[in-house]
């Protein structure tokens, strides 16, 4: 069981331009969390999707985010138009189909914008 | 709003001595609480969780205290290595109106261990 994995580890992006994140979640899971993290300060939710379907996007910010998880692939956070506020970590983190108390997080993805 | 929040910001213990990490909330409906550690360039790595009809748990070296009465968590680890240095975050799962369950973090508490 490989985990919850995301790529690109590291990515670098300059003012304007766009932002991909992908999140592959752990096998048998369907459900996909991705959360924000600001350096020395917790993780802040902003998306909750199941196949197909956004649940809850009430931490994502109304424009230049968006989140999707598709029926075959991963699921893809993208931020257009990057500015250097978006510097951050982002995680995403799955649960198993029924259950979402516990989530399994992946290594995330570190977004620096120059 | 209601939140999770941490007492003590950074931690320092001598390596073997007992660490205490401790967490406020302030969401009576929570029902659900886990500890995270997140080492550096990391992501955070369940470690023990505790649901509210119960006011410890142990795990390996690791102990989960709940306080309903004063909304208050705390973690404890036994003989601290030099390994669990890392940032700990508690998290409260609430069963939110939309019926669905939201995972909410504290600020987090940095944990060093000296040798």
């Known amino acids: 069981n490989a985990g919850v994995m995301q790529n690109p580890r590291h990515l670098v992006r300059r003012r304007g331009q766009e932002a991909r994140l992908r999140c592959s979640p752990m096998?048998?899971?369907?459900?996909v969390y991705w959360y924000r993290q600001l350096p020395e300060e917790g993780l802040k939710f902003m998306v909750y999707?199941?196949?197909?379907?956004?649940?809850?996007e009430s931490g994502m910010p109304k424009e230049r985010f968006s989140a999707e998880f598709p029926k075959e692939g991963p699921s893809i956070l993208r931020i257009q138009q990057v500015v250097r506020g978006d510097s951050a970590a982002y995680f995403c983190?799955?649960?198993?189909?029924?259950?979402?108390?516990?989530?399994?997080f992946g290594s995330g993805t570190r977004l620096t914008v120059v | 709003g209601e939140s999770v929040g941490l007492h003590l910001p950074t931690l320092s213990v001598q390596e073997g001595d007992n660490s205490i990490i401790n967490c406020a909330y302030s969401?009576?409906?929570?029902?659900?609480f886990i500890w995270y550690k997140q080492e550096s360039g990391k992501g955070p790595q369940f470690i023990i969780d505790?649901?509210?009809?119960?006011d410890k748990r142990q795990g390996q070296r690791v102990t989960v205290l709940l306080n309903k009465t004063v909304k208050h968590l705390s973690l404890q680890i036994a003989a601290t290595q030099p390994g669990d240095s890392a940032v700990y975050f508690c998290?409260?799962?609430?069963?939110?109106?939309?019926?669905?369950?939201?995972?909410?973090f504290g600020s987090g508490t940095r944990l060093q261990v000296q040798p």
């Open positions: 983190a799955s649960s198993p189909p029924g259950q979402n108390y516990g989530y399994t």
């Open positions: 096998k048998g899971h369907s459900h």
């Open positions: 999707l199941q196949k197909e379907n956004i649940i809850d």
């Open positions: 969401n009576s409906a929570s029902d659900y």
């Open positions: 505790i649901r509210s009809n119960m």
């Open positions: 998290a409260e799962n609430v069963r939110m109106d939309t019926g669905r369950r939201a995972l909410t």
